[in-house]
């Protein structure tokens, strides 16, 4: 799986989510049994399978049902994908900013946003495909102003860090 990006520095507001989703999606059929998307979630160290009919997408599949299913009891690995898949899906277009896609993501506390154009699957947001890009937006402010900075206020801002800096973490209660 590739993260990809057209811009390294795009503002979250003006940043397509196609140009950051993940495209290559691990999928299964209605009818697939749970025992085989287990399975191939173990065997690509996945967190969820989108759940196709008929090339549609209408459910997934993640961590979260398996950790239902097998805490209610009910693990029949058997079981049809239609029957223990999350049937509610979120999904989003690849045109909509990533903003969009944080907001939607946070507001139906989902780590997972299939992204779909006219009904095809065409890729996924992950909750970790955001983070990567949070943490790249972090860093390159990191790197402006450092180097913006004069080397003596480089300097001082350190002196001050390191004067109210603890000498030692304290211990967790």
């Not at 009818?31 to 209408?58: A, F, H, W, Y």
């Not at 990191?142 to 860090?161: F, K, N, S």
Request: with cysteine; aromatic share 2%; glycine share 6%.
């Amino acid at each position: 799986m590739e993260l990809t990006t057209q811009n390294p520095s795009p503002s979250l507001t003006d940043a397509t989510v196609g140009s950051f989703m993940t495209k290559d999606v691990r999928t299964g059929d209605v009818n697939t049994p749970l025992r085989d998307c287990v399975r191939l979630m173990m065997e690509q160290n996945i967190g969820s399978v989108v759940v196709l009919e008929k090339e549609t997408p209408v459910g997934i599949f993640t961590e979260r049902d398996l950790v239902r299913l097998v805490g209610g009891g009910k693990e029949n690995l058997d079981a049809k994908m239609s029957e223990v898949m999350s049937s509610s899906l979120a999904t989003i277009a690849p045109t909509a900013t990533l903003w969009d896609a944080i907001s939607l993501m946070g507001h139906m506390n989902i780590r997972r946003l299939p992204v779909v154009d006219k009904g095809k699957l065409v890729g996924i947001l992950t909750e970790k495909d955001v983070m990567r890009l949070l943490l790249s937006q972090q860093n390159l402010l990191l790197e402006a102003v450092a180097e913006y900075l004069p080397a003596m206020t480089r300097e001082q801002l350190q002196t001050l860090v390191l004067h109210f800096a603890p000498e030692k973490p304290s211990p967790i209660t």
